[in-house]
């Protein structure tokens, strides 16, 4: 059975202003095929902690200038040592050292004079623990990514919208900045799919999904798909010249697609109309208010011959 972290991967950091005792941890893990680090004080753990990642710390209590308690706390605090177990070696024994060791994040510990079959097995198990815990931890964003995605197009789904949406007006609230919503709807997608069949139009919606995706680089802004051919894009801190002129835009590299429509009644290709709508929320301010109005937008683009941008100011 594979193992779940092979030994032979896992860089061991130990840390200790004696020589000999590094000395000793240091074959005593070799032998066991652990890579091993070295460092003599406190700060140069945090150091070679950041360039080197290890997969376990064994950190001396008792140490001049940075003693181990500290040097732990101040490891908990980087982003990537937040699941890089402590194993705290200390000639201290009394209850009230244990339990600081606990408190300043140290997983266990073991008392010298060291006892190596005993600190053989919790290294190996404590470097197991968290290979497991760090692939739950990718599972979970894994999964909480495919909760919030469209399956077919691949960028946010309505859901997601919803969440960012009343996140994003809430922040702009806060700082009286403007934001705007995007709606945009494939001209004529019924149409579509009767001559061409639901899996060119799944395809079309890919591609138009993708494209849209990609004419918005920054990342607070969200692509999200809101219903059937439609698609809405959140743009906080964007004022309306900037919605305007970013809506035109989609709607220019949605037609230069060139996806052949031949039941289009506005043009031989695939199009799209989109409304817009921006404003500066007020705390405690209702934003269905805006999503009707890019709505409107949107339904009098499509009412004067589709294939265009029309926007809709929000009444404070």
Known sequence: MKKIFPEDQSLVLIVDDEQFIRLQLRLALER????????????????????????IVLLDAIMPDMDGFECCTLLQSLEYSQYTPVLMITGLDDQESVDRAFEVGAIDFVTKPIHWPVLRQRVRRLIQQAQIQR??????????RLVTIDGLTQV?????????FTQEWQRMARDQMPI??????????????????????????????????????????????????????????????????????????????????STSQVSPYVTISIGVSTTIPQPGSDLQKMIAMADQALYQAKSEGRDRVKFMPLDQ
């Open 180 to 261: 705007s919503l995007i709606l945009c709807d494939v001209d004529f997608f019924k149409f579509f799919n009767d001559t061409y069949g639901h899996q060119a139009g799944d395809r079309c919606l890919q591609q138009v999904a993708n494209t849209i995706k990609n004419t918005f680089k920054r990342p607070a802004d969200l692509v999200s798909r809101y219903g059937g051919e439609e698609f809405a894009i959140i743009l906080p801190k964007t004022d309306t010249e900037g919605a305007i002129l970013l809506a035109e835009t989609v709607c220019s590299v949605i037609r230069k697609l060139a996806i052949p429509h």
């Open 156 to 164: 946010a789904n309505r859901r997601r919208f919803e969440e960012y």
């Open 135 to 144: 692939q739950l931890e990718a599972a979970n964003r894994e999964l909480q």
């Open 32 to 55: 066991e095929g652990y890579q091993i680090a070295e460092a003599q004080s406190g700060r140069e753990a945090i150091n070679l902690c950041n360039q080197l990642h290890p997969q």
